[in-house]
C-alpha cells in the first residue's frame, strides 16, 4: 500500500511519469521507500529547499502504521 501511494504521488509531480520506481528496502534502520525519477525530476521531487520531499516524507509517515524512511534518488546514481 505504502508503495503504491508514493508511486502514484510522485508520478503526479513529475514530467516523465514512466520513470518513476519505487522500492521497499527492509534494512537494520527500518523499511526503506527508494524512489527512482528521471535526473531532470529530481529537483521537482526535491522542491525548493526540500519542501515537496519533506511532505511526501510526512504523509508516508502519517499513512505507515512503523517508521519508515524515503530517500530520493535519481536514475543515473550509481552504487559503488
Sequence with gaps: ?????LDHMVRGIVE?????K???K??????LLEVRVN?????????RQGR???ALRIVMAAL?????????????RRRG
Design 64 to 76: 505507515a502504521k512503523e517508521s519508515v524512511r524515503v530517500d530520493v534518488i535519481d536514475t543515473d
Design 1 to 5: 500500500m505504502l508503495v503504491d501511494a
Design 16 to 20: 516523465e511519469p514512466e520513470d518513476v
Design 52 to 54: 515537496t520531499a519533506r
Design 26 to 31: 527492509s534494512t537494520r534502520r527500518g523499511d
Design 39 to 47: 535526473p531532470e525530476d529530481l529537483g521537482r521531487v526535491i522542491g
Design 22 to 24: 519505487v522500492a521497499l
